[in-house]
């Protein structure tokens, strides 16, 4: 399998969280699973596969083992479908002199100077009036060609530029869309764009929740093509290893899930992030439409296994003295175990010996990351679910260089690492 090959089709694919959860619902429909809707009455059977879209941007997806038992066993394995991005504000429309702009806001932690000069496009989706007021209509959209930029401004304005320059997301971080010309609205030249992409009048339109994306494709870099390139590469790269263990693995007995969260970069605390009640809520009704009582199900969560994966943060050629002093790790590597003693990553000696005996058995390379004592790390979906299903659980994922940036590097052997492991994590 080239594993890269099928991660640079999924990041491609992965232009919003909706758009993610679109090609991850092929992927699994492809291998067999059947949609099950949010809020109705389920009717599961044993040995089969299933998956839940929450909200257009979070997924779950599960197999019935086909002798689940008395007392079924839980495995989860976790990432999330954002990353950092601009997100276009309501009438968005900026002009300044003949030039049209976007009003856009900062959406999670990203590295602003990492959005100029680079072609950028736009995707989301519009809500129009639906069959009622209750339920309106969703249209997901993708422009799918480069439309935007961020120009920088020349050095020959701006001779500090080499030395540093503070980034302002109101004034600076406006893309460029259009030149205002009298075939365009000036008022609503964007609006007008996206009903046109939609297919809908623009009067029709209620709401949207559109993102600036990075129009680039990934590559391969390096002398050996040891390295690659891409967007999204976090967390698309968890993404990815969740939906191959949960599709390449059997279950025999007890009950396997992968849940793709939104919102981790912006804290995961709403309705569909990982702080919130939603997986606990999934996973009871899936124990009761199995004819098991809520005992059986907490019996499932405090005897369970979390597997959260999110990116780690590779060793900086450059920088080797942001890294800890011992506990580093390169691109190439293969997976990062993930340990802080403040649980912003939420493994401890027990889950990690459990992950750490499947990596060894599977001859899957793998080295402990933990961030520098005097430096604070990021943290994961994987502290706040273990807070909240009381469950075992382990941090892992693939070292990358510039995260958060418009673009991320990565080893490519990596990606067959973590693959292998939500493979192996499944089946032992």
Not at 16 to 31: D, G, K, N, T, V
Not at 258 to 269: P, Q, R, T, Y
């Amino acid at each position: 399998m080239n594993y890269i090959k099928q991660l640079d089709s999924l990041i491609a694919a992965s232009v919003s969280p909706y758009h993610c959860i679109m090609a991850a619902s092929e992927q699994l429909s492809s291998a067999g699973f059947q949609e099950l809707p949010l809020s109705a009455p389920w009717k599961l059977q044993k040995g089969e596969s299933y998956y839940i879209n929450v909200f257009d941007s979070t997924l779950i997806a599960f197999r019935v083992g086909e002798e689940p038992g008395d007392a079924p066993s839980l495995k989860l394995a976790a990432s999330h479908t954002d990353w950092p991005c601009l997100k276009v504000k309501p009438s968005p429309e900026v002009t300044s002199l003949d030039y049209g702009k976007l009003n856009v806001e900062v959406y999670g932690g990203p590295l602003l100077g990492t959005w100029f000069d680079r072609p950028l496009s736009m995707a989301g989706k519009v809500s129009v009036a639906g069959s009622s007021l209750m339920e309106p209509k969703t249209i997901f959209v993708d422009f799918a060609r480069p439309l935007l930029t961020i120009p920088n401004l020349a050095i020959h304005m701006n001779r500090n530029a080499n030395e540093g320059v503070a980034v302002n997301p109101q004034i600076d971080m406006l893309p460029l869309l259009t030149r205002i010309t009298d075939e365009l609205n000036r008022k609503d030249f964007f609006l007008d764009a996206l009903a046109k992409e939609a297919g809908v009048k623009k009067e029709d339109i209620l709401d949207y929740e559109i993102n600036i994306y990075n129009y680039e494709s990934g590559c391969l870099l390096g002398l050996q093509e040891e390295f690659y390139s891409a967007p999204r590469l976090d967390n698309i790269t968890s993404v990815q290893a969740c939906l191959s263990g949960i599709i390449n693995s059997t279950c025999k007995t007890g009950i396997h899930a992968v849940a793709l969260f939104d919102n981790e970069e912006i804290g995961s605390h709403t309705k569909q992030g990982a702080a919130s009640a939603l997986t606990e809520h999934i996973l009871e009704k899936i124990f009761l439409s199995l004819g098991y009582n809520r005992e059986a199900f907490l019996n499932g969560l405090l005897s369970g296994f979390l597997l959260s994966m999110d990116v780690a943060h590779a060793i900086h050629p450059n920088h080797g003295e942001k890294c800890d002093i011992k506990n580093q790790i390169l691109m190439g590597d293969g997976v990062a175990i993930k340990l802080a003693s403040s649980q912003a990553y939420a493994t401890d000696a027990a889950s990690t010996a459990v992950i750490e005996g499947i990596c060894r058995a599977g001859k899957i390379p793998y080295k402990k990351f933990s961030n520098r004592s005097d430096v604070k790390g990021g943290s994961t979906l994987g502290s706040i679910s273990s807070a909240l299903l009381t469950m075992r659980t382990v941090d892992v994922g693939v070292p990358v260089l510039a995260m958060h940036s418009a673009r991320e590097v990565m080893g490519t052997a990596d990606q067959e690492a973590l693959v292998t492991l939500a493979e192996a994590f499944f089946q032992a």
